[in-house]
């Protein structure tokens, strides 16, 4: 029996290096060791007729995609004989900063969508909004590469650090400013209400120097961790490998775009040890248990002050959550777990 040929084209920037979300959503899941005799997978930026039986398009691809690229894309592969496969973790549709170059973006998108053999997505929400452009639609929700964390083993509980302070951290991409300064108000009332030292440490997140300028108004020192590189398969070893957080935070605007974002965020914090703070938005109604895997908090101040001071105040519950939390990743959400299913959505695309 032959084994099927996978290209994948890979969203990339314009050193031609993959965005991070193709590592999690195509590049580490393909490669997956349990993923090996059942496709024979090849990831490359550009498309120039390579054999394949299936060719999977992530996301926008190319950093100036058209529609008439994409257009041609999907007929050359089709012509070809191969099968079709769009891969995409937001709605892109629906963005809310409209530009020129963004139009020309979401209609490549809603041309992917509807020559698609067949769609990918990370959560329900995007699989209800698109099923009005196709009903060939099969949902993988994010799950981590084992190989990628340092910290092994779902039982192990996390340690308590041995300071005297307490350390609050944010991780995530440079398009969270507007979600940092939901914290503002609860920060500072946490911050000028406890005594406790605290220290809050960030790691991308803030593009905006208003931002920044605001953060460092806060009644204790912020510091902004920078990581030795960006590239995905290096970060993510130096993030569960050298940050120490007593709590996570993840707070989240309540807008259509991000109501359709995936737990990504949850299951970082989990593989770092560290117990979480989530906006109670659906993104994570299916991870975050209030009180067994992390604290759901409201996006009002006084929601965030009482999940900040829950957690300050209670260093056995921090530990507590953070181990539930990683048994729910490792038993879950893990690529050794989940990675198969990546295959049978392939094979049955592949089917038709």
């Given amino acids: 029996m032959n084994i099927p040929q996978v290209l994948v084209l890979y969203e990339y920037s314009h050193s031609a290096l993959p965005h991070g979300s193709a590592y999690i959503r195509l590049l580490q899941p393909l490669s997956h060791p349990t993923l090996q005799r059942r496709f024979q997978v090849t990831p490359a930026p550009v498309y120039t007729g390579q054999k394949a039986d299936i060719v999977v398009v992530d996301r926008y691809w ?11 894309l999907a007929k050359a592969v089709h012509a070809r004989g191969a099968r079709l496969v769009y891969q995409i973790d937001d709605d892109l549709i629906d963005r809310p900063d409209a530009t020129g170059e963004l139009e020309n973006r979401r209609e490549s998108v809603r041309l992917f969508l509807q020559e698609a053999d067949g769609v990918i997505v990370s959560t329900a929400i ?24 340092t910290t092994f083993g779902g039982g192990q509980i996390p340690r308590l650090f041995d300071r005297d302070k307490v350390v609050l951290g944010y991780m995530g991409t440079l398009t969270h400013d507007d979600d940092l300064r939901l914290l503002l108000p609860a920060l500072t009332e946490i911050g000028t209400s406890l005594s406790v030292p605290l220290e809050l440490q960030i790691i991308g997140g803030v593009a905006d120097p208003q931002t920044l ?3 460092s108004q806060l009644p204790f020192p912020v510091t902004r961790l920078v990581p030795p590189t960006s590239e995905y398969p290096q970060f993510l070893p130096w993030f569960t490998g050298n940050v120490g957080w007593d709590i996570a935070l993840a707070p989240l605007r309540d807008t259509p775009f991000n109501r359709a974002k995936s737990d990504i965020k949850f299951l970082d914090y989990a593989a770092l040890g560290a117990p979480g703070i989530y906006s109670d938005l659906p993104v994570y109604a299916g991870s975050v248990r209030h009180g067994e895997t992390g604290l759901l908090a409201a996006n009002d101040t006084a929601s965030w002050v009482k999940a900040l001071r829950s957690l300050i105040e209670q260093p056995d519950l921090r530990q507590e959550l953070a181990g539930n939390a990683r048994r729910y990743l490792y038993n879950e959400r893990v690529l050794a777990v989940r990675a198969p299913d990546w295959a049978d959505a392939l094979e049955a695309i592949w089917a038709g």
Avoid at 64 to 71: D, F, G, H, I, K
Avoid at 126 to 149: G, H, K, V
């Fill in 62 to 72: 190319r950093s100036r995609v058209t529609p008439q690229t994409a257009a041609d």
């Fill in 126 to 149: 995007l699989r209800q909004r698109f099923a009005s452009i196709t009903p060939r639609i099969y949902l993988l929700p994010n799950a981590l590469d084992e190989r990628l964390l």
């Fill in 213 to 215: 300028a605001q953060l």
